[in-house]
């Protein structure tokens, strides 16, 4: 029962979802076709979308920013317009290829000559009328011949509309301009809102602010800023265990704290001299193991400074072959592993935030344990040319493989930390390397 004007739908549950199974006939702008009102009485009354959706003056413009979720438009309270997804589920769980005549009426349907009518069974109480359509000034299909509905999909003129034929088994989706008048079917279900609490686990600031979220959304609009804690390291906002990004479909009311990691167990760890060209590299000892906080710069065959230009090298190291890289490292240390680095991700923050703490503030880091990566760049070797330089940096892991090439590290400017493995014909690629002390 509509609450606005009193009127009676009946219902029907199709799968997972529950439909109105008579066309809306609520008066709020809508006309009946031939302004019979027998006709509205029969199949219900026609919208123009704007008028459908509730957007004033969105027939002409690009409204979909205002349409939000479960976009209520001209329905009932606690019902909505149709998306398109929920059309095509509804298709789909009939059989697409016959669901106009499993959704339609069993009577009320004609068909011109050229095609002859299929009559409807209505295998599943839908009920589809062919209600249909109006442009002011013309006619626009035919009351029992045609039924057209509005989806929740526009654009600038045009909106995605569900039309079936007397003559068709089928339902075809098409574009039709917002101006032109169809029927509407609403589903059941209304916006709502889930409230996001975050608890920053004494950082900085103590609190943040809640956060209306709609239903079914995965992208958050306002996701905020990280905090900030004196002595660790921002690793994410947890629900117990489970992590929730940007990307985090909402649906429940949840509080989110936030987790830190702790950076007492990283120190500086002096200076190494090579003993082979005298070079220093200062390194940082983290979470127990001894890194160089700088990446290697020994010459050697097979490996090379970015663009050919040695003041390269100096500022972001030398990128080595696979083979080179192996053996590169100096006297007491050796090529990181990989699980050297799934610990230091791991420490960092993990694979999402890692990429914020290990880099140099200078490669859009924070360099909050002095590890200073750098954006090297790196030597694709198949098509000699070098790729990146100041946007992506890559390092050589002591670890084979599925596919029996090594594997690598890839960090770029933002703060996520992806692991690659390569193919066996990429081992000549040219790749920054860090060492880890022992042997």
């Known amino acids: 029962t509509d609450s606005r004007d009193g009127q009676k739908y009946r219902t029907v549950t199709i799968g997972t979802q529950t439909w109105m199974a008579e066309n809306l006939n609520y008066n709020d702008g809508g006309v009946c076709h031939g302004n019979n009102p027998s006709n509205c009485?029969?199949?219900?009354?026609?919208?123009?979308?704007?008028?459908?959706?509730?957007l004033p003056n969105c027939n002409e413009t690009n409204c979909s920013g205002q349409v939000v979720s479960m976009h209520r438009g001209i329905c009932p309270e606690g019902w909505h317009i149709p998306t398109n997804e929920e059309w095509n589920i509804l298709i789909d769980f009939v059989g697409a290829s016959t669901a106009g005549t499993k959704l339609?009426?069993?009577?009320?349907?004609?068909?011109?000559?050229?095609?002859?009518?299929?009559?409807?069974?209505?295998?599943?109480?839908?009920?589809?009328?062919?209600?249909g359509g109006y442009t002011p000034g013309y006619s626009l299909g035919q009351t029992g011949a045609i039924g057209l509905w509005w989806s929740a999909t526009g654009n600038i003129g045009a909106a995605v509309t569900y039309m079936m034929l007397g003559g068709s088994a089928d339902v075809s989706q098409i574009e039709a301009?917002?101006?032109?008048?169809?029927?509407?079917?609403?589903?059941?279900?209304?916006?709502?809102?889930?409230?996001?609490?975050?608890?920053?686990?004494?950082?900085?600031?103590?609190?943040?602010?809640?956060?209306?979220?709609?239903?079914?959304?995965?992208?958050?609009?306002?996701?905020?800023?990280d905090p900030t804690k004196t002595g660790s390291t921002f690793g994410g906002w947890f629900d117990g265990e489970e992590l929730y990004t940007a990307s985090t479909t909402i649906t429940k009311d949840v509080t989110l704290v936030a987790k830190w990691n702790k950076l007492s167990d990283s120190e500086d760890g002096g200076t190494l001299t090579d003993s082979r060209d005298g070079q220093n590299y200062p390194t940082r000892i983290i979470d127990g193991k001894r890194w160089m906080a700088k990446n290697l710069n020994y010459a050697t065959d097979d490996?090379?400074?970015?663009?050919?230009?040695?003041?390269?090298?100096?500022?972001?190291?030398?990128?080595?072959?696979?083979?080179a890289a192996k053996n590169a490292c100096p006297a007491g240390w050796r090529l990181s592993t990989g699980d050297d680095w799934v610990d230091l991700v791991q420490f960092a923050g993990g694979y999402n935030f890692a990429g914020g703490v290990l880099k140099s503030t200078s490669a859009a880091g924070r360099d909050d344990l002095g590890f200073s990566a750098?954006?090297?760049?790196?030597?694709?070797?198949?098509?000699?040319?070098?790729?990146?330089?100041?946007?992506?940096?890559?390092w050589w892991r002591d670890f084979?493989?599925?596919?029996?090439?090594?594997?690598?590290?890839?960090?770029?400017q933002q703060e996520r930390v992806s692991s690659i493995c390569l193919f066996p014909d990429e081992v000549g690629n040219g790749y920054s390397v860090r060492c880890v002390e022992g042997e």
């Not at 339609?104 to 209600?131: C, R």
């Not at 490996?303 to 083979?323: I, T």
């Not at 084979?400 to 770029?412: I, S």
Request: aromatic share 14%; charged share 15%.
């Open 104 to 131: 339609k009426n069993k009577t009320g349907w004609g068909a011109s000559s050229e095609h002859p009518v299929i009559p409807g069974t209505d295998d599943y109480g839908f009920s589809a009328l062919p209600g």
């Open 41 to 54: 009485a029969t199949y219900g009354r026609l919208y123009d979308w704007q008028t459908a959706m509730a």
């Open 177 to 225: 301009g917002k101006h032109t008048h169809h029927s509407v079917r609403c589903i059941l279900g209304e916006k709502k809102h889930f409230t996001v609490t975050f608890n920053t686990n004494g950082g900085t600031p103590a609190t943040m602010p809640y956060l209306a979220v709609d239903s079914g959304l995965t992208l958050w609009t306002k996701y905020p800023a």
């Open 303 to 323: 490996s090379w400074c970015y663009g050919e230009d040695n003041s390269n090298c100096a500022e972001y190291g030398r990128l080595y072959s696979w083979d």
């Open 374 to 394: 750098m954006l090297g760049g790196y030597f694709f070797k198949n098509v000699d040319k070098f790729i990146n330089i100041g946007e992506v940096g890559i």
């Open 400 to 412: 084979m493989g599925p596919d029996g090439g090594p594997c690598a590290l890839e960090m770029n």
